[in-house]
Antibody, heavy 124, light 107 residues
Framework: QVQLQQWGAGLLKPSETLSLTCGVHGGSFSGYYWNWVRQTPGKGPEWIGDVNHSGGNNYNPSLKSRVTISIDTSKKQFSLTLRSVTAADTAVYYC??????????????????WGLGTLVTVSS | DIQMTQSPSSLSASVGDRVTITCQASQDINDYLNWYQQKPGKAPKLLIYGASSLETGVPSRFEGSGSGTDFTFTIISLQPDDFATYYCQQYETFPLTFGGGTNVEMK
């Protein structure tokens, strides 16, 4: 059974750097895309970005200038760094496993395993 | 970015009811659409991928359909465990984007 365990600081001041890490337990680590998603109360989730086992990334353009998602395959962990946070970055942050598959006229990309979420509050 | 618009934003229903939620994409996304269920304080749970494929272990009372810009999610016979918020999500183009959600409440 795949489990994602996430951790990191939950209270930040404006202009500080958000750092979260997600550890993967069970299942294969390679062959998947490892994602970060955030959500504010009453709103739909917002995709932050992903990283594959080779270190390649896709980022949400709205956050790209402040975000880095990195991977440590030896530890089966991946991390989120979000610089210069403001109150608008207050949210629950989730890590999630992404499965990508493609074939003739077929493509899938879904988030099938998620961490429990970390509430990050930015306040002076 | 591709905008995903869900309707209704909330609905009230009873156990046994048929529930239908729609999701409209701002541009053609083929059938590159997923549906998730989320309960308060929990992470989203994948129900359907590729617009109509049921994730392993998900009950068959959940159905998805559609292609292009218009999609439908149906709960054939609502069960007590199904009261939750449901989200659509497109993966035709990065960034992945989610709909605003539909809260299914008990009538």
């Amino acid at each position: 059974q795949v489990q994602l365990q996430q951790w990191g600081a939950g209270l930040l001041k404006p202009s500080e750097t958000l750092s979260l890490t997600c550890g993967v337990h069970g299942g294969s680590f390679s062959g998947y895309y490892w994602n970060w998603v955030r959500q504010t109360p009453g709103k739909g989730p917002e995709w932050i970005g992903d990283v594959n086992h080779s270190g390649g990334n896709n980022y949400n353009p709205s956050l790209k200038s402040r975000v880095t998602i990195s991977i440590d395959t030896s530890k089966k962990q991946f991390s989120l760094t979000l610089r210069s946070v403001t109150a608008a970055d207050t949210a629950v942050y989730y890590c999630a496993r992404g499965y990508y598959g493609s074939g003739t006229r077929i493509k899938v990309y879904y988030l099938d395993y998620w961490g429990l979420g970390t509430l990050v509050t930015v306040s002076s | 970015d591709i905008q995903m618009t869900q309707s209704p934003s909330s609905l009230s229903a009873s156990v046994g009811d048929r529930v239908t939620i729609t999701c409209q994409a701002s541009q053609d996304i083929n059938d590159y659409l997923n549906w998730y269920q989320q309960k308060p304080g929990k992470a989203p749970k994948l129900l359907i991928y590729g617009a109509s494929s049921l994730e392993t272990g998900v009950p068959s009372r959940f159905e998805g359909s559609g292609s292009g810009t218009d999609f439908t999610f149906t709960i054939i016979s609502l069960q007590p465990d199904d009261f939750a918020t449901y989200y659509c999500q497109q993966y035709e183009t990065f960034p992945l984007t989610f709909g605003g959600g539909t809260n299914v409440e008990m009538k």
